[in-house]
Each structure stands twice: as structure tokens, then as C-alpha cells.
């Protein structure tokens, strides 16, 4: 898969599996080498090989992006029927899991732009308390730039794609 002639294909994972999950994990390293993983709910990938996701409960990935602003994004399809289907053919008909390669850029204030998006992903939840709690106050947004990306293998469950 190339990040560059693929990126539709990538983007159309990312959503199916933000669907499914309702979140992506972002995985950074800190100053003595020890690996973090962070929930992301708000990852959104724009047109052109680059994303970005709302700063907010974040801790350790932005202290991590001081020393190494590497990160690796997994997107996985967790659908139950994707899986079911699957497993009763013994095959996957498409992959389940892609890492994404990137690296973060500086904090900024969101754009209108960004926060419509986030509206839009979080309108089913308006009306419920939680959606305020999560949501009300995103301000900022960190951008990532990816260059590259890998397909998760399982096998041969996976050796037609």
C-alpha cells in the first residue's frame, strides 16, 4: 500500500474504523524510550497525506512530541460482523488494521473549519450530557503529516489481500 496513490483507500479504513471503535491510538515514545499509547476520538485525515486531532485530554503525547515527534497511528475495523463474516470463510476481504506513520506538528487553535468537522462527527451526541462534558470546549487541534503506512497481516486470513 503507498501512502501517496492509496490515500483515498486510507481514508475510507480510518473512518470505517473510527465507526466501529470510535477512536484510534496514537502511539508516541518518551525521553527514556518508553512507549505511550493514547485514545484519540477525534482524528480527522485531510485530502493530502496529513490529519489532524483536538488537543484536550492528552497528556503524555504532547510531552512526548518535546522530545520525539514521531508517532504511529493504528485505525482498526472492529465491525462484529466484519469479523464473523470473515472468520465463517476463513478469509478477510479486506484488511482490518492499518498503521500510519507521521509526525506531529506544533498545537494551534482549531479552525472553524476543524471544529464544523468535529460538530459533524459528534452530532448524534448533542443532546446527551456526556457530548458537553467531552466536547463543548475544544479549542485546540494538533496536526500530523504521514508518510507512511503498513497493512496488518493474520496470516493466512489475510494472504489474498
Not at 34 to 46: A, D, E, K, R
Not at 79 to 103: D, E, I, V
Not at 135 to 150: G, L, P, Q, T
Request: charged residues 25%; glycine residues 4%; proline residues 2%.
Amino acid at each position: 500500500m503507498n501512502i501517496d496513490n492509496d490515500w483515498k483507500i486510507i481514508r475510507k479504513h480510518v473512518n470505517d474504523s473510527f465507526k466501529t471503535s470510535l477512536h484510534v491510538s496514537i502511539a508516541t515514545v518518551d525521553s527514556e524510550n518508553n512507549p505511550t499509547v493514547t485514545p484519540i476520538g477525534s482524528l480527522f485525515l485531510n485530502r493530502d497525506q496529513s490529519g489532524f486531532y483536538f488537543e484536550k485530554f492528552t497528556s503524555k503525547l504532547p510531552l512526548n512530541a518535546t522530545e520525539n515527534n514521531n508517532v504511529c497511528v493504528l485505525a482498526v475495523n472492529s465491525s462484529k460482523w466484519l469479523w464473523l463474516k470473515s472468520l465463517w470463510k476463513g478469509t478477510f476481504k479486506k484488511h482490518l488494521a492499518l498503521q500510519l506513520y507521521g509526525t506531529l506538528g506544533e498545537r494551534r487553535i482549531a479552525t472553524e473549519i476543524e471544529l464544523s468537522r468535529l460538530s459533524k462527527r459528534m452530532k448524534l451526541t448533542k443532546k446527551l450530557k456526556g457530548n458537553t462534558y467531552l466536547w463543548s470546549d475544544m479549542k485546540y487541534v494538533r496536526e500530523i503529516k504521514f508518510h507512511n503506512v503498513a497493512k496488518m497481516k493474520l496470516g493466512k486470513m489475510t494472504a489474498a489481500l
